[in-house]
């Protein structure tokens, strides 16, 4: 998966020495914890970081910080240690208010890089989590919170649904990904992903997806389950490769006429109001099997037809009304349905 020009948007920070897992609950966990300066206001937040975390805290992360309404930042952190559960998160936040900011983690072959779950105000930034045995990024029933300079790479396989997704935010709003000023290159968080999905917002709404690049082995860049009022704008996705698994456990691929367009984005279950402009969508060479270009419901299909496994099987209806398109570049020996003509020809 090519991520070629924007390895330059994640600085490596300098980290303190050896320190075991960190567990933070409520404000008054931050002193206890001896692991804080600050008194946790908007004036002095806390600052937790820099560590190299050598191991993990009880719950199998290396920061949880959880029911707290106090301001903190939690930046340059290394996750120096292996962690093969794909539900294990490295920096874990719950019934988080904030305002916090979460900058400088890297982590690799851990379970999920960021969970953040009923919370809100939190500000990702710098973020490079690599080789996930589960999701790069995933984000329950929170709002405000946004991304940027940042990469997230999940790279399981055979793992449940979503396990294996480059961002996975469900019954959440106001997400911001990219499009910031601390954005200034042309891509500004990558979602690389194997088994999974690149960015799957699931009734998620309100989202603004810009200058983001979703690189994958075979479909499903980003897909809008149900949601609304998201924007993909400026953002490209790129697919090539076997996904779905046969009885014999080989990879198959899923067996359609890729267009392009259908590799990389799927807009299903009801999904409305959308508005989806100025983005590339490549994907990789036609193969045998299905061609789903002329189907019914353009933007929703079985991935995985003509395969034994369902495990990459969205399962829905068809997309909503109020769904614009606009300035698109799709590889495609022929303009798709229900779409504007590509800006490219392949």
Excluded: R
Excluded at 43 to 56: K, L
Excluded at 158 to 166: M, T
């Amino acid at each position: 998966m090519a991520t070629a020009g924007v390895c330059a948007l994640w600085a490596s920070p300098s980290f303190a020495s050896g320190q075991a897992g960190i567990t933070i609950n409520g404000n008054a966990g931050f002193a206890s914890c001896k692991c804080a300066t600050g008194s946790g206001t908007a004036s002095n937040p806390y600052v937790i970081g820099p560590f190299a975390i050598t191991s993990p805290n009880s719950s199998g992360s290396a920061i949880t910080v959880e029911n707290t309404t106090a301001d903190f930042t939690i930046t340059g952190i290394s996750a120096n240690y292996t962690n093969t559960n794909p539900g294990d998160a490295v920096i874990h936040l719950s019934g988080v208010t904030g305002p916090a900011t979460v900058s400088n983690v890297s982590a690799n072959n851990d379970g999920i890089g960021i969970e953040i779950d009923s919370s809100s105000n939190i500000a990702l930034d710098s973020i490079s989590v690599n080789k996930m045995n589960g999701a790069g990024l995933v984000i329950k029933s929170s709002t405000n919170i946004a991304t940027s300079n940042s990469k997230y790479k999940a790279t399981s396989d055979e793992v449940p649904l979503h396990d294996a997704d480059g961002l996975y935010a469900v019954n959440s709003s106001n997400l911001q990904i990219g499009g910031v000023a601390k954005c200034p290159q042309s891509v500004c968080n990558t979602f690389d992903y194997d088994s999974g999905w690149g960015v799957y917002l699931q009734n998620t709404n309100n989202v603004t997806i810009d200058q983001a690049s979703a690189n994958a082995d075979d479909t499903g860049g980003y897909m809008l389950d149900g949601s609304s009022n998201v924007t993909i704008e400026n953002s490209t996705a790129e697919a090539g490769g076997p996904i779905c698994i046969s009885l014999n456990g080989s990879k198959e691929p899923s067996g359609y006429f890729n267009t392009g367009l259908m590799a990389n984005l799927m807009l299903f279950d009801g999904a409305h109001n959308n508005t989806i402009e100025n983005d590339t969508f490549n994907g990789f060479a036609p193969a045998s099997g299905f061609d789903i270009a002329g189907t019914p419901n353009t933007f929703y299909f079985n991935v995985c037809t003509g395969a034994d496994s369902t495990t990459f099987v969205p399962s829905g209806t068809a997309m909503g009304s109020g769904n614009v398109f606009s300035n698109l570049c799709y590889k495609t020996s022929n303009d798709v349905a229900g779409l504007p003509p590509s800006t490219c020809k392949s």
